[in-house]
């Protein structure tokens, strides 16, 4: 079964860099799409980036774009999400996901947990 590990979560300052990691096992992902999405506390999930496994199209949340990117390393199977600029908004659990759609998962990590402080 798919199954997918994120890690790099923490407590960072505002204004610092913090990268995430998806390890992805149990699909092909060349057919898929994998992104982040977050979820802050009394807050609905929302999408922040996601990537084409094959041919690396990225996507991302407008609140983002500029300072996070989005990459993969197909021989590790592991996606990343490279944070910078953080603001403490950006505080939330953040999720990797898997699915056909650039903004559809139909698969989920367990999530890590990233703090912003002011």
């Known amino acids: 079964q798919v199954q997918l590990v994120e890690s790099g979560g923490g407590l960072v300052q505002a204004g610092g860099s913090l990268r995430l990691s998806c390890v992805a096992s149990?699909?092909?992902?060349?057919?898929?799409?994998m992104g982040w999405f977050r979820q802050a506390p009394g807050k609905e999930r929302e999408f922040v980036a996601s990537?084409?496994?094959?041919?690396?199209?990225?996507y991302y949340a407008n609140s983002v774009k500029g300072r996070f990117t989005i990459s993969r390393d197909n021989g590790k199977n592991t996606m990343y999400l490279q944070m910078n600029s953080l603001k403490p908004e950006d505080t939330a659990v953040y999720y990797c996901?898997?699915?056909?759609?650039?903004?559809?998962?139909?698969?989920w990590g367990k999530g890590t947990l990233v703090t912003v402080s002011s």
């Open positions: 996901g898997s699915g056909i759609g650039p903004y559809n998962m139909d698969h």
């Open positions: 149990g699909r092909t992902f060349n057919n898929y799409y």
């Open positions: 990537i084409l496994w094959r041919g690396g199209m990225t």
